[in-house]
């Protein structure tokens, strides 16, 4: 890649990044990450080929500068590495909550900004991102910001009003997953399996009717009414799930989390 990146965090998704944009193709010599803990860089040197620089320097030093960072981080950073960036470069944020107009209020005018938000399973390269443009992006940084987030998964483009529920529905979803997968377990082990067997048969069921879901194209609702035979045993689950209102209780638990996203870039 002609373009130098710079991945400012070294955190989970920070490592991932950088992970997945070298089994991309990526040169390490064309990547930067910033970390501060001495034993901490040291083992990224080792592990990635890499420089592990500050972040006035990789503010110097890069095109390309990815903030992977909390929320509650991101204006000091942003206060730190304002003073090296120019115009000409392209930042790219993955913090919950922190609009693109929040970052570009806090760095040299002119700068293109692209708001990103993407999920842990880009742990395993099967993300999904949501991509959206900043007041100074053009195709160029948009495409930019995609071919990054593509070493990790999947990549989509929505306007920045959408990000709010795309952190509710995707940014959160997996932790909504694990939460129904550990009751299908602790049901399993209620009934007598043991725990490392029902674990296999949730996790492969949950793995299978992901790749079913994708694979096949169809509605969920026609793959659910296939499993679902009249008077038999799923529609007895199914009904218990009405019952006690699960899908409402799903709603309200996305809308909480994107009424917290709203939160968080309100403070």
């Known amino acids: ?12 998704m920070g490592e991932t990044l950088l992970s997945g944009l070298i089994r991309a193709g990526w040169r390490p010599e064309d990547l930067l990450i910033t970390e501060r803990r001495e034993e901490r860089a040291a ?15 990789a503010a110097k030093q890069a095109d390309t500068l990815v903030l992977v960072v909390k929320p509650q981080d991101m204006p000091d950073l942003l206060a730190e590495i304002a003073p090296a960036v120019q115009a000409t470069q392209t930042v790219v944020s993955l913090a919950a909550g922190i609009t693109t107009s ?3 209020s806090r760095l040299p005018e002119g700068v293109a900004v692209v708001r ?11 993300g999904m991102a949501a991509i959206s443009r900043g007041a100074h992006c053009d195709e160029s940084h948009l495409e930019l910001a995609e071919s990054l987030l593509a070493a990790t998964g999947r990549v989509i483009r929505v306007p920045e009003k959408q990000q ?5 529905i995707s940014g959160s979803g997996p932790a909504y997953l694990f939460f129904v997968v550990e009751a299908m377990i602790e049901a399993g082990v209620h009934m007598g399996l043991p725990r490392g067997t029902a674990t296999e048969l949730v996790v492969q069921t949950v793995v299978g009717s992901a790749k079913l879901l ?6 969920p609702t026609v793959l659910r009414e296939r499993v679902t035979s009249p008077g038999g045993t799923t529609a007895a689950a199914v009904r218990e799930l009405e019952d006690h209102k699960v899908r409402a209780a799903f709603l309200s638990a996305i809308e909480a989390a994107r009424n917290r996203s709203r939160d968080l870039a309100a403070e």
């Open 43 to 57: 083992e990224l040197r080792e592990r990635y080929g890499v420089d592990v620089v500050s972040n006035i320097e």
């Open 116 to 126: 990103v938000m993407p999920n842990t399973p880009a742990l395993v390269d099967e």
């Open 1 to 12: 890649m002609s373009t130098k990146v710079a991945v400012l965090g070294a955190g989970v």
């Open 164 to 168: 709010d529920a795309v952190t509710a």
């Open 102 to 104: 929040f970052v570009e």
């Open 214 to 219: 994708r694979e096949t194209g169809e509605h």
